[in-house]
């Protein structure tokens, strides 16, 4: 069985995460570009990009969910996580049955 462990900060897990979110919908908008870039670097962002296009499905949520054991996030912290996520979705005006069904999925998976 395949090791899903990685090696990223707080903040290169969040932009994995988002872009995950992100792509729920099959369409990654500017303003959730711009979104995620505000939360990183751009080296950073280039980097979790070229490693999150890299990655199936499967291997995507693992890597989520092995990120979240490791950084062990209190319930308040996790919160703060699926905040963000909110405004991720919104971030291009809406919050479409796609991404919402990401939203519950990982709310049910990470908590």
Known sequence: MKN??????????????FLYCASADFVVT?????F???RVNEDEYNRILSEFNKDNDYQRIQKINAAIRRFEYS????EEVFESIKKLF??????????????RGLK???K
């Open 90 to 103: 919104l971030a291009d005006g809406k919050m479409d049955t796609l991404e919402q069904n990401i939203y």
């Open 30 to 34: 500017g303003e959730e570009k711009d």
């Open 75 to 78: 319930e308040d912290q996790l």
């Open 108 to 110: 049910h998976l990470l």
């Open 36 to 38: 995620i870039r505000s």
């Open 4 to 17: 899903f462990d990685t090696t990223w900060s707080d903040e290169e897990f969040k932009a994995y995460l």
